[in-house]
Each structure stands twice: as structure tokens, then as C-alpha cells.
């Protein structure tokens, strides 16, 4: 079931899977479901989002806009995979708009996993 905490080497990690999603309405679905988990949390959460494959679109980014402000107090750290071209952009105007500092692109999901983890590690 996507959203979904995995474990990585001994930390939890929501992941929200977008990989292969180019309809706008499932994408949404799948981002309202992670935020839901997000207000439910008591904080300092990992994320890891893989937007491999997909396509940006301004709707979908509105209801970020929207719905990320309400649990960005949540998040301690946001790791995005397949962020390339058009989805660079927006995701520095989106950066611009939230003031999250917390947000890094990373090419594989190892790699994001590792940084989400690296001060961590006990």
C-alpha cells in the first residue's frame, strides 16, 4: 500500500511512491493519503518520495503548495528521487514558497535513504 513507513537500517522512513503515476488525480490521491499519515505523526519524520517516470503539472503542485504547509513542522527531512527538467524548477519554486530547507534531490533511492538516515545513526 503506498504511502508506507519502511525500515532502513534500523530508522523509519514514510515512503511515498509516485513512480510511474502520470494521472494527476492518483497523484493527488496517493499525496492527500501520505499527508493524512504526516498530520498523524508526532514529528521528526523521514521522507523519502520517488517521482521517477513522472510528469510535473501545476494542479498537483497547487495541492502541495496546499497541503504541505499544514505538516512541514513534521518533517525533519524530505528526500526526492527522479527529479529532473520541468520538476527541478518547480521544485525550487515550491522550496522558494514553503521555506523548507529540509528538501534534497538525490538519482538513486539508496543514496536518498542514506542521507535521510545520517544524523541518525546512534
Do not use: C
Not at 514514510?14 to 498530520?39: C, G, Q, T
Not at 520541468?86 to 542521507?115: H, P, R
Amino acid at each position: 500500500m503506498n504511502p508506507e513507513f519502511i525500515e532502513f537500517k534500523g530508522k523509519k522512513i514514510l515512503y511515498v511512491n509516485y513512480r510511474n503515476v502520470r494521472d494527476k488525480d492518483v497523484a493527488i490521491s496517493i499525496l492527500k493519503r501520505a499527508v493524512e499519515i504526516e498530520r498523524k505523526s508526532e514529528g521528526d519524520l523521514l521522507i523519502l518520495q520517488n517521482y521517477e517516470g513522472t510528469y510535473a503539472n501545476q494542479e498537483f503542485m497547487g495541492e502541495i503548495k496546499k497541503l504541505g504547509k499544514e505538516v512541514k513542522e513534521k518533517v525533519k527531512k524530505n528526500a526526492l528521487v527522479g527529479i529532473t527538467g520541468i520538476k527541478k524548477i518547480l521544485l525550487q519554486t515550491y522550496s522558494a514558497f514553503s521555506g523548507e530547507k529540509n528538501i534534497k534531490t538525490f538519482n538513486t533511492e539508496e543514496d536518498a535513504k542514506e542521507w535521510l538516515i545520517l544524523d541518525e545513526k546512534s
